[in-house]
């Protein structure tokens, strides 16, 4: 059974630190991953997605995220946080079917 | 391109009513439709998935349904409400067939069910 586990529901960073989120998914097949941002009120926006090749991914907003096989995880990262950058994250994974974590709320302290 | 509309942006509507929320998909052809529904704090919850006109899948047993009427228009609806229903509905489409593996949003609609 294939599954999405987001480490920390919430966590906060101070402005200009790294950021760093945590996702990792058990697969029995090569997935498709995926980054979502919601802001409040508002639907979900691709912010990356890896399918083949290159295993760094760069995405909108200066987010990144590097898939590993040998880890199975796909963790997003940010060198630099910005207050813009205060929201609810979403890692997900499509193997036939999507599959959401349970996110991850990004708090930026001033 | 392609966008997604949803609507109306806001609901408020008394337990035992109907409902009935609406998403159109414009800029793509037979793409797959999505709705979820996100509880206060909580994560996304599939209710529905269509990959076709009236190919519809239902992921949770509960009182609301989903319609296909047309290639690219997805209906959420509800005899009755319940208080539980309250929440933030979103639908997304995907196209597999394009190699676009990723689904996209909508804007959503918050019901609150009083």
């Known amino acids: 059974a294939q599954s999405v586990t987001q480490l920390g529901s919430h966590v906060s960073v101070s402005e200009g630190a790294l950021v760093l989120l945590r996702c990792n998914y058990s697969s029995s097949v090569p997935p498709y991953l995926f980054w979502y941002v919601q802001y409040p009120n508002q639907g979900l926006q691709l912010l990356l997605k890896?399918?083949?090749?290159?295993?760094l991914v760069k995405g909108i907003n200066g987010f990144e995220a590097e898939f590993k096989k040998s880890e199975t995880s796909f963790h997003l990262t940010k060198p630099s946080a910005h207050m813009s950058d205060a929201a609810e994250y979403f890692c997900a994974v499509s193997v036939r079917k999507f599959y959401f974590g349970t996110g991850t709320s990004l708090t930026v302290i001033p | 391109s392609q966008t997604i509309h949803q609507w109306p942006a806001t609901l408020v509507q008394p337990v035992g009513s109907p409902l009935s929320l609406e998403c159109t998909v414009e800029?793509?052809?037979?793409?797959?439709l999505y709705w979820y529904r996100q509880a206060a704090g909580r994560g996304l919850q599939l209710l529905f998935y269509s990959i076709g006109i009236d190919q519809i899948s239902s992921e949770v047993p509960q009182n609301l349904s989903a319609s296909r009427p047309q290639d690219r228009q997805f209906i959420l609806s509800s005899k009755k409400l319940l208080l539980s229903d309250s929440g933030f509905y979103l639908c997304?489409?995907?196209?597999?067939?394009?190699?676009?593996?990723?689904?996209?949003f909508g804007p959503g609609t918050r019901l609150t069910v009083t």
């Open positions: 997304a489409w995907s196209d597999f067939s394009a190699g676009r593996y990723e689904q996209y």
């Open positions: 800029g793509t052809s037979n793409p797959n």
């Open positions: 890896y399918t083949t090749g290159a295993t």
